[in-house]
Each structure stands twice: as C-alpha cells, then as structure tokens.
C-alpha cells in the first residue's frame, strides 16, 4: 500500500491548489481533469505542453494507479459484475446494467454494510470499512477500461449504506456532476438510502447536486422495526417528515421510494394502500423490489400475482409503481445480494463456479 494521495479522488479545486503550490498555470489543472475522464487514464506525459515539474510533483506525491478488476461476471440479460480489488485487497463489487442505451453503474459506497436490514445479504457482513472517494471513482474508472465508455447513470445502490460514508460520496457525487468531470446530470446520479434521516438534511443543506431513492421498505413501525433495525433509530414518522421536507425544498424533485417486497410481511392490500398514501403525499414514484433469495434467508419472494396486485393497486391509485426487474440474477448482481467478503470460503467456491477471471 501506498501513503500517497490518490490523484483520482482530487477534485478540481485541489488540482488547481497543487498547480499553484507547483508555480504553473491552473489551466494544466483542467488537463488533467480532461485526461482522467475523457481518457480514463493517467497518460499525463503525453498531454501536451504539460510542464515537466508538475509531471514530477504528481508523480512523486499522488498515486496513480488504477485498480485492478479481479473477475467479470455477465449474466444473460447484458448486466456484468465487476469485482475491484483495491489496493488493500479489499474487494468491492460494482455492477454495469446497459438499458435503453444508456449504462448504468450501480456503485458500491462501502466494504460491507453496517446497517443491517434483515433481507440484505451484503448486511450479513457487517461493516468492514469505508470506500474513499478516489475508491468509487477508480469503479468508474475500470467501466472506461472494461467497456470502453463511462456510465451515463450513476447509481449508489452497490454494497454499503451511501449516506453513512456522507464525506466521501459527497465529494464522488460533486465531481462526477462537475462540468470538468463527468459532467453527469444531477438527475442521473442517485443516493440510495436505508433512510438515515440527519444525513437526509444534511443532503439538503449541502444542496448536494444528486436525486434521492429511499428504502422504504414498509409502511408501518411495526413492520419497519423488523425488517430494518435503522427505523428504531429514525422511525417512519421522521423519516417522512424529512423527506416531506426534502420535496419541498428542492422544488419539482421527486423521491424515488424504493419497496422491497417480502411475501407474508410487507404485500398485503393494506400495505399496499399505506403505500399508496405515503407515495401520494410525497408525489413519489414507487420501485418494487419482489425480494431476491438468498442461502439462509428467512425471507420469500412474493409470487407473481401478488406482485403484480401489488403494482396495479398502486398503478390504478395514481401512482407510478414499476417492477424493478432485477438484473443480473444469474450472476448474483442484483439488489441485495452484493456480498463480497461476507465469507470469504463461500465466496471463493462461487468465484471458482462461476466467474469468468
Ligand atoms: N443502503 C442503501 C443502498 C443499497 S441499495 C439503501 O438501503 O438504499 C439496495 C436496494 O436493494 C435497497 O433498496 C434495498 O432495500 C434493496 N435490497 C436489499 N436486499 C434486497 C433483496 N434481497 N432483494 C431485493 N432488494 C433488496
């Protein structure tokens, strides 16, 4: 491991800082900025007129290295999973998902998870650390060396709690929204939240340029408080409360509610006309997630029917209710079940099964 700073995880104004600490004009801070995320690369020695002692400031004081992708899974619906070791073998799954010609990156914000909602794999192993800004961008940086082309969607929804790790997704989401960056709409970068309501203000306060989806989950306190042990904390009350006040702050910016639904728990009509209340009330749009199984879960996946009640209730109501078709099932990949190092025996015989290393 390096002690280095991690040129990746620079944004402009630091780049310009460093130019001025080096004596050279800031506009090789833009060069940079272009090499990395037009090219995807650090070929700093080939960017014309690039002053030599700026070359040598960087090299000798920032790491520049990209990550190396240890396996790449595609599953037959097009969705890859790509697994990241980074540089201190911790390794992190990141999940490419083309639809409509466009590519979506579902980015990981954290090894492990330590909020703990009971239907999440990637729950069951705790929280081993924090990804760094520079961590979620080299993600992005391995689509540009895999596929050839950055993701025009951003989504923190990979492994981790987004909001937990507020600092460094903070900066992530401002640099991949900057003109000079990624230059990525603030609509098509979106915070997944378990709902960690300071952090909710926080967003606001930040003006931070991103969309916003919450698990809701449920749509009582009693339901809440079994399936995800965040709402004892922050329960549903507050949780609405701040994200009533999120939509009306950011005037015409809708939540995107997110529902996992879990067959005898969550997916009866009366959940479903709660649903309808809350969604209404927030001018939401409803994602159903029908529960995605996995080895020692208590949880089942509604049938179809239910399913399918369930959003044509919704639907028929007035409010936009989809089915999040889950991608990538075959390989793993899709929502909750990122699970990368929950045990690493298990996930060592799954990598012999089935990846393509
Ligand atoms: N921690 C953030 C980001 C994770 S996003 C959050 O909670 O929003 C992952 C999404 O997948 C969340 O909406 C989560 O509720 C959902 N999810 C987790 N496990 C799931 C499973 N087994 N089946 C279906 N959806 C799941």
New binding site residues.
Partial sequence: MTSKVALLGLDYDELVNICEQVGVSSVHAKKIMGEVFRYGGFDLENIPDFPKKLLRWLQNNTDMTLPEVIANQHAADGTQKLLIRMADNKDVESVLIPADGRLTQCISSQVG?A?G?E???TATAGLTRNLTTAEMMQQVMTTKQVLGCFPRNIV???M???LHNYEHVAKFVRMVTHDLGLALSPRRVTI???GLVPAIYRLLEDNLPCSL?V?L?ATTNEIRNQIMPINQKYPLEDLITAMRKYVSIRNKKRILI?Y?LLAGINDTMDDAKRLRDIAKDLGSTVNI??????EGSRFTRPSDEVVDMFRNFLNDAGVVAVVRV?KGRDISA????LKTEVNQRAATLHKQRSLTL
């Fill in positions: 998870c909020i909602c239907f999440c794999l923190m929804m990979g981790g709690e987004p997944s939240t378990a989806a698990s989950n997110e996992v997630l029908p529960f995605n199984p996995f889950s899709a929502c909750g079940q």
